[in-house]
């Protein structure tokens, strides 16, 4: 029986090389992963989640308590709710800074009308309109909104004090939009 050293050498050789490009994918995977991790968590000096909590079925006054950054009230509203509820969304970094998205539901269930609230300190949380005709609009206090119109409702959103809100009416069951000048005079109102 014949063995052929100078085939095994090459089985041999070709093992070692795909060994090396095996590491050099994991190590780049993990490059690749970190980075990751670290650019969407720049606003958080760097760090990335260490935990996520979602507490449903607050009261507005329930909601805007707990939440960590100030939410001006919302002192008008375009029709009548017939029910309020609040949504705090916490993520948690480490050495207990959090930052929490505050939602506000306003609806009326006869109507199918509803009111949404956000607030934050991250802009990327507000509602998608970037693919959107958006109208810049002038805010009382010198600040500056943007209004946009969607199939199922309109918005309006602005930044105050280091932190964005936005305010959206959803018209699910065929009402016409209130309009810009409407959801000006809502932003107008919350104090």
């Given at each position: 029986?014949?063995?052929?050293?100078?085939?095994?050498?090459?089985?041999?050789?070709?093992?070692?090389?795909?060994?090396?490009?095996?590491?050099?994918?994991?190590?780049?995977?993990?490059?690749?992963?970190?980075?990751?991790?670290y650019l969407t968590s720049s606003n958080t000096g760097g760090s990335a989640p260490t935990g996520f909590e979602r507490i449903e079925e607050l009261t507005v006054e329930e909601t805007m308590n707990r939440a960590n950054l100030d939410i001006p009230e919302l002192k008008e509203l375009p029709f009548t709710p017939s029910k309020e509820e609040g949504t705090l969304l916490i993520t948690k970094f480490g050495g207990n800074k959090e930052h929490h998205r505050v939602e506000l539901h306003f609806i009326n269930e006869e109507t199918s009308e509803e009111l949404y609230y956000i607030a934050s300190q991250k802009e990327q949380d507000l509602l998608e309109y970037e693919q959107l005709q958006v109208e810049e609009m002038e805010l009382a206090n010198k600040r500056m909104g943007k209004y946009a119109e969607l199939d199922i409702g309109e918005g309006i959103e602005w930044l105050e004090n280091g932190a964005v809100y936005g305010l959206y009416h959803h018209t699910l069951k065929g009402q016409e939009p209130l309009g810009a000048d409407v959801m000006v005079e809502m932003a107008n109102s919350i104090k």
């Open positions: 029986m014949e063995v052929n050293v100078n085939n095994n050498l090459r089985i041999m050789k070709r093992t070692r090389k795909s060994r090396k490009l095996d590491v050099f994918v994991i190590i780049f995977s993990f490059l690749v992963i970190g980075g990751a991790v």
